[in-house]
C-alpha cells in the first residue's frame, strides 16, 4: 500500500480486499510476494489499510490468514480479542493518525481464553486479562447443557458474543472511532476464523 492507495480505498474495498485474501488463503493460491522488496519498500513509511484485532493464538496469524503483506495490515493482538483502553488507543491511532479503513474484531473457534473464561479460570495476571471476557459469558443465553467449556456450543456462542460486544465497544468507548465511523471513513466489523478450515465468516 502507498499513501495514494491507501487515501483511496473504501471501507468497503478493504474489507473486500481481506475477504478474497482469505479466500486465496483457503485455496492455497495465495500471491507471490518478495518480502524483502516489501521491507525496503516500508521503511520510510507505511500505510496499512485495515486493523485486525485478533487473539494471540498461534494459530490465527492475521497477515497469513488474509494473505496480506507487510505493511499492509495493522494486527493488535491479546487473548481473546477484548478492546481494553490501550488496545483502543491502539485502534486510534491506526485509524485517525495512519489512515486504516477497517477494523476487524477476529474471533477464533477452539479459543482458550474463552474456554478459560467459561470456567473461570485463576492464574496469576491472566485472572485479570480473562476478567474482560465475562460480559460475553453473561450475555450467552439460551444454550442448553453445562455453561462450560465442555459445552461447544456454549463456547462458540460466548466467542461470538465476545466478538460482537468488542466490536459494539470500540465506537461506544472512543469518540474517535464513534466520529470516522459517523463520516464514512471507516467500518468496524466482526468476524470468526473457524481453526479447522482456516476460513474467516464475517458476521452481520
Known amino acids: 500500500m502507498t499513501k495514494k492507495s491507501q487515501s483511496e480505498t473504501t471501507p468497503d474495498q478493504a ?14 493460491k495465495l ?6 522488496a516489501q521491507v525496503r ?5 507505511q500505510f496499512p489499510f485495515a486493523s485486525v484485532l485478533g487473539c494471540i493464538d498461534s494459530r490465527v496469524p492475521p497477515e ?4 496480506q503483506g507487510i505493511g499492509d495490515i495493522f494486527s493488535p493482538r491479546i487473548a481473546g480479542n477484548f478492546a481494553n ?3 483502543i488507543g491502539s485502534l486510534e491511532f491506526t485509524t485517525k493518525l495512519a489512515g486504516a479503513k477497517l477494523i476487524v474484531v477476529l474471533g477464533h473457534t477452539e479459543c482458550g481464553a474463552i474456554m478459560g ?6 492464574l496469576g495476571n491472566l485472572t485479570h486479562t480473562l476478567s474482560n471476557l465475562a460480559p460475553a459469558v453473561y450475555a450467552a443465553k439460551g444454550i442448553p447443557g453445562d455453561q462450560s467449556s465442555k459445552n461447544a456450543a456454549f463456547v462458540s456462542e460466548v466467542t461470538r458474543q465476545n466478538v460482537r460486544l468488542t466490536v ?7 469518540s474517535v472511532l ?13 468476524a470468526m476464523h473457524d481453526v479447522g478450515t482456516g476460513r474467516v465468516s464475517f458476521l452481520d
Open 15 to 28: 474489507l473486500a480486499s481481506l475477504e478474497s485474501g482469505n479466500e486465496r488463503f483457503v485455496s492455497g
Open 31 to 36: 500471491l507471490e510476494r518478495d518480502l524483502m
Open 41 to 45: 519498500a516500508t521503511a520510510s513509511g
Open 64 to 67: 497469513l490468514v488474509f494473505d
Open 85 to 87: 483502553t490501550d488496545i
Open 117 to 122: 473464561a467459561c470456567d473461570g479460570a485463576q
Open 168 to 174: 459494539q465497544a470500540l465506537t461506544d468507548r472512543s
Open 178 to 190: 464513534a466520529g470516522l465511523v459517523e463520516a464514512g471513513n471507516l467500518r468496524v466489523v466482526g
